[in-house]
Protein backbone atom coordinates (compact mmCIF):
# COMPACT_ATOMS: atom_id res chain seq x y z
CA UNK A 1 0.00 0.00 0.00
CA UNK A 2 1.13 3.75 -0.74
CA UNK A 3 -0.25 6.56 0.27
CA UNK A 4 0.18 10.02 -0.80
CA UNK A 5 0.77 12.59 1.29
CA UNK A 6 -1.59 14.42 2.44
CA UNK A 7 -1.59 18.08 4.45
CA UNK A 8 -2.79 18.32 8.32
CA UNK A 9 -4.30 15.78 10.21
CA UNK A 10 -7.93 16.82 9.98
CA UNK A 11 -10.66 14.28 10.20
CA UNK A 12 -8.50 11.46 10.87
CA UNK A 13 -5.83 11.12 7.31
CA UNK A 14 -3.37 10.31 10.18
CA UNK A 15 -4.57 6.99 10.87
CA UNK A 16 -3.90 3.73 9.45
CA UNK A 17 -6.35 1.62 11.48
CA UNK A 18 -8.01 -0.46 8.94
CA UNK A 19 -6.25 -0.22 5.55
CA UNK A 20 -3.71 -3.02 6.22
CA UNK A 21 -6.35 -5.44 7.40
CA UNK A 22 -8.53 -4.60 4.37
CA UNK A 23 -5.74 -4.93 1.81
CA UNK A 24 -4.79 -8.19 3.25
CA UNK A 25 -8.81 -8.92 2.92
CA UNK A 26 -8.54 -8.44 -0.80
CA UNK A 27 -5.81 -10.29 -1.34
CA UNK A 28 -6.99 -13.11 0.28
CA UNK A 29 -10.28 -12.83 -1.57
CA UNK A 30 -9.15 -11.85 -4.98
CA UNK A 31 -11.91 -9.37 -4.77
CA UNK A 32 -12.91 -5.41 -3.77
CA UNK A 33 -13.42 -4.79 -0.04
CA UNK A 34 -15.24 -1.91 1.46
CA UNK A 35 -15.16 -0.90 5.57
CA UNK A 36 -18.06 1.50 6.21
CA UNK A 37 -18.67 2.22 9.63
CA UNK A 38 -22.09 3.58 11.04
CA UNK A 39 -22.01 6.48 12.64
CA UNK A 40 -22.50 4.71 16.02
CA UNK A 41 -19.11 2.82 14.90
CA UNK A 42 -17.60 6.03 13.53
CA UNK A 43 -18.05 7.23 17.38
CA UNK A 44 -17.35 4.43 19.03
CA UNK A 45 -14.42 3.21 17.15
CA UNK A 46 -12.34 6.36 16.52
CA UNK A 47 -9.15 6.73 18.32
CA UNK A 48 -9.54 10.36 17.92
CA UNK A 49 -12.34 11.14 20.26
CA UNK A 50 -12.66 11.21 23.69
CA UNK A 51 -15.38 8.42 25.78
CA UNK A 52 -18.71 9.89 26.29
CA UNK A 53 -22.01 8.95 26.51
CA UNK A 54 -25.36 10.32 24.14
CA UNK A 55 -28.97 9.86 25.87
Known amino acids: MIMSTVGGGFSGK ?16 RRPV ?15 RHPFTIR
Do not use: H, W
Open 14 to 29: EDMLYQGRLVLADIKT
Open 34 to 48: RYVFTREESLIASAK
